[in-house]
């Protein structure tokens, strides 16, 4: 589908108006599972909004960046809404949700991108430059989260004074990767990630850059401001529910607060751009991991309730699991259908683990 193709899925603007709805039903008092049920259903149309978005962006400036400027926006709202909870005491549900995007989005988003890219074109090709950057960069997050955790474990720290500390410079270290790797693929190697733009530019964008980067920003904004509605109303929706918080925010919240990276991902692989779908999950992850965690961590003080990167060992474990499974399908630069179920499956299986956690 070209950039300026009509979508088929204009009746779901309809959803649109879930926005208003879930407003009006926060302002007035609503029970928290009506305003969570609207929001969430809100969330969907305003994915879609942003996924148009995000595809003339990319014919603009190609697939490496268009997934970084979808990712970005998509994971302000993950900031917002983090810093928000932080604000509330919620740290716990803020470090599971952190957890859970990441998961989300190597698992989940990327292999339902590849389950129906391959189910529709059967082989797809993407950078191998791409995903072995990427996994290198994960490879790094996770060790950035597993030192804590083990610094923990073997020097027991009750007041979490040195965490704390510690989570600091590995938060700064984690920062300075990630800005080093946006050096890395959009300054001096460029080209080595610019083997599919000149294709997927080739129709041109039908809309202006203006009103490409007006849709991203007002869309994001929406966005942003549904999730906070749907986070206030978790725990009283979940408690109806008899969900544990702890499975909420790895789970339930990363998927509806993602839901804008996961249409677009699978959108693009529909598209036969899954150049650009690998790129939005991968950015995805590496923003939470070396980015929204370690501002989280340095915004949580000044908030009152300071968190760490000391993470508990399911979560880490869970972590390094998801980047290896995700080295083994992305590394030859192809994939089918078959490869993206399996993505899934794992995610499956861990998420069931947690639905079990006490």
Avoid at 203 to 232: D, F, N, Q, Y
């Amino acid at each position: 589908m070209s950039a300026g193709a009509p979508r088929k899925l204009r009746p779901i603007w309809l959803l649109l108006a879930a926005v208003p709805a879930a407003a009006i039903a926060h302002w007035a008092g609503a029970p928290d599972l009506a305003v969570f049920a609207l929001s969430a259903i809100a969330i969907l149309p305003l994915s879609a909004l942003l996924g148009d978005a995000t595809e003339h962006l990319a014919a603009r400036v190609g697939p490496v960046a268009g997934g970084v400027v979808n990712a970005s926006l998509g994971n302000l709202a993950e900031l917002i809404i983090g810093v928000l909870a932080l604000r509330a005491g919620m740290v716990d549900l803020v470090k599971a949700s952190i957890t859970g995007s990441i998961l989300g989005n190597l698992l989940l988003v990327l292999g339902a991108s590849q389950l129906a890219g391959g189910l529709r074109h059967r082989v797809q090709r993407f950078s191998r430059h791409l995903a072995g950057m990427n996994v290198s960069l994960l490879v790094v997050a996770v060790v950035g989260l597993v030192v804590p955790a083990l610094f923990h474990a073997a020097h027991p720290d009750p007041g979490q004074r040195l965490t704390q500390k510690m989570s600091e410079f590995v938060a700064a270290l984690l920062i300075v990767g990630y800005a080093l790797s946006l050096l890395y693929s959009m300054g001096t190697h460029r080209a080595l990630f610019a083997e599919g733009e000149e294709a997927e530019g080739a129709a041109g964008p039908a809309w202006t850059l203006r009103r490409t980067v007006g849709m991203l920003v007002g869309v994001s904004a929406a966005l942003a401001w549904m999730s906070e509605m749907l986070v206030g109303a978790t725990q009283g929706a979940v408690a109806a529910a008899g969900l544990s918080e702890f499975f909420v925010g790895v789970v339930v919240v990363p998927i509806i607060g993602n839901a804008a990276e996961h249409s677009t991902a699978v959108l693009m692989a529909l598209d036969r751009q899954l150049e650009v779908g690998v790129a939005i999950c991968f950015e995805s992850s590496k923003q939470i991991a070396l980015l929204v965690a370690p501002l989280l961590v340095f915004l949580s003080g000044p908030l009152g309730h300071p968190i760490t990167l000391e993470f508990g060992h399911l979560e880490v474990l869970s972590l390094a699991l998801a980047v290896g499974a995700t080295a083994l399908v992305t590394l030859d630069g192809e994939t089918h259908w078959l490869e993206g179920a399996m993505l899934m499956g794992v995610y499956a299986i861990l998420a069931l683990v947690f639905f079990f956690v006490p």
